[in-house]
């Protein structure tokens, strides 16, 4: 969890505006602030300088304006609970229409290298190195954390395993939302590059969880990255793992305990994806009701699996049909 303040989102903001005149023009950064809840009107208001542009200080004058969102920590995964706090839904719409360069880890490791043996999952000095270097030394801890939990847990129960991967991820990702970190629409990182930048969407979630529990052990034909419709949050991403007894737990960003599905009632289930197959999920019940064919989803997913090499087998790569 992490916690939105006045200095500490205006300081990370530093040197970016949104040019109001280009913003006129681009329906989807438009539509981004719409969602957020801000007209471009009381945007342009904020312009106490009259630059025509509208600067992280003067946005935050919007913002700290709205009552207080209190979905926002169980919908955004953040904790926005004080009186020097801000809406996290306000300012994820700020941040989408920032203009900033694309945000991308430096290290993203080369297929040659692997780091995952079937059975113990160990990163080399000098990729370690380039971590600490690119994104300093809570990068690199954030790897060996990983590391640890997933050496340290193989003989754990399946649900044991389930919540120390769920908690390891909400604990170490904060989650950004999309558009205020990179420059292309709905990029999924890999494990590796969630753990680099320490922050993450969703979607990041979901696939560093679905391959924490292939490398505990668990096999692919339970184990899904599922998209539901949140009751207030709309598109999301899950991981799932089907029991014994066909029932999913539902590993979620935005719930701290992984829960049977019966307990999430206001997530509606879409369609899933693994190693082995695309299907559609009967929105009452979560069953496998049918194959889906090809979605921008499961391309997204494959990318992320392909980048994903370092930590996979052989033979989990010859499964996946790369």
């Not at 438009?30 to 992280?56: F, I, P, T, W, Y």
């Not at 539902?250 to 299907?279: C, H, I, K, Y």
Request: some cysteine.
């Amino acid at each position: 969890m992490s916690s939105i303040t006045r200095k500490n989102w205006v300081a990370e903001q530093a040197g970016r505006s949104v040019d109001l005149e280009k913003l006129r023009q681009d329906p989807a950064a438009l539509a981004r602030l719409e969602q957020a809840g801000v007209s471009l009107d009381r945007l342009a208001r904020a312009d106490r300088d009259g630059d025509g542009k509208v600067d992280a200080g003067e946005a935050w004058q919007v913002a700290d304006a709205f009552d207080h969102d209190g979905n926002a920590q169980t919908v955004l995964g953040l904790d926005v609970t004080g009186n020097d706090t801000v809406s996290a839904r306000v300012l994820a719409g700020f941040g989408g229409v920032f203009d900033v360069a694309p945000t991308r880890p430096t290290v993203v490791p080369r297929g040659a290298e692997r780091f995952w043996d079937g059975q113990h999952l160990a990163f080399p000095p000098a990729f370690l190195a380039e971590v600490r270097a690119s994104h300093g030394a809570p990068a690199v801890a954030r790897f060996e954390a990983w590391a640890t939990l997933i050496n340290s847990s193989q003989g754990a129960t399946e649900r044991e395993k389930v919540d120390l991967v769920n908690e390891f991820f909400n604990a170490q990702v904060v989650y950004t939302p999309e558009p205020s970190r990179s420059g292309s629409a709905d990029y999924w990182q890999s494990p590796l590059e969630s753990l680099t930048l320490g922050t993450g969407d969703c979607e990041d979630y979901a696939m560093a969880k679905f391959l924490s529990l292939r490398l505990l052990g668990l096999p692919a034909d339970r184990l899904e990255v599922a998209f539901v419709r949140h009751a207030t949050a709309g598109m999301h991403a899950v991981a799932l793992l089907r029991d014994d007894a066909g029932t999913p737990w539902v590993l979620d960003n935005m719930q701290f305990d992984a829960l049977r599905s019966a307990g999430r009632p206001e997530l509606s289930p879409l369609l899933s994806v693994n190693e082995l197959r695309t299907q559609a999920l009967d929105p009452a019940h979560w069953d496998l009701v049918g194959p889906r064919g090809p979605a921008g989803q499961v391309v997204r997913f494959k990318a992320a699996m392909e980048r994903s090499a370092p930590v996979l087998t052989d033979a989990a790569l010859a499964t996946f049909g790369r």
